[in-house]
């Protein structure tokens, strides 16, 4: 159990104009971090609604990001079930608990997010690590 999960925020720093973040967001890529296809689907949304891209560049970035990533994890019943443990025993939204779920479920002991508590011990076994502090 060693792998480090990436939360949509890194996604979309490694597109940022904001050159700090930019960069620890794409070295952490480079480490090729688990993601989940909900992270991928948020930072579509992003890049669509927020930062204006068309669909051929939203497609290139994922799929780029795809290539980065050791492992896509995806959603399922199991995942939703774990993600409604997680949001009463941590009291995090739906999605966050989602995300998290998606971690654990890959065995993640990293959970790399700007929008968590730093240094939340998840479940004994998993620390969020804002990676921009």
């Given at each position: 159990?060693?792998?480090?999960?990436?939360?949509?925020?890194?996604?979309?720093?490694?597109?940022?104009?904001?050159?700090?973040?930019?960069?620890?967001?794409?070295?952490?890529?480079?480490?090729?971090?688990?993601?989940?296809?909900?992270?991928?689907?948020?930072?579509?949304?992003?890049?669509?609604?927020?930062?204006?891209?068309?669909?051929?560049?939203?497609?290139?970035?994922?799929?780029?990001?795809?290539?980065?990533?050791?492992?896509?994890?995806?959603?399922?019943?199991?995942?939703?079930?774990?993600?409604?443990?997680?949001?009463?025993?941590?009291?995090?939204?739906?999605?966050?608990?989602?995300?998290?779920?998606?971690a654990l479920q890959a065995?993640?002991?990293?959970?790399?997010?700007?929008?968590?508590?730093?240094?939340?011990?998840?479940?004994?076994?998993?620390?969020?690590?804002?990676?921009?502090?």
């Open positions: 159990m060693s792998g480090k999960f990436i939360d949509t925020n890194i996604v979309i720093y490694s597109l940022s104009d904001n050159e700090q973040k930019q960069y620890k967001a794409l070295a952490l890529l480079a480490d090729y971090p688990v993601v989940s296809v909900q992270v991928l689907s948020e930072a579509a949304n992003v890049m669509r609604r927020k930062l204006d891209f068309d669909i051929r560049s939203i497609r290139t970035v994922i799929n780029r990001i795809s290539q980065e990533c050791s492992s896509i994890e995806s959603i399922s019943l199991n995942s939703l079930n774990g993600a409604l443990v997680i949001a009463e025993r941590y009291n995090f939204s739906h999605y966050d608990s989602l995300i998290v779920a998606a065995d993640c002991t990293i959970l790399y997010s700007e929008d968590m508590q730093h240094g939340q011990l998840i479940e004994g076994r998993m620390t969020i690590v804002n990676p921009f502090l």
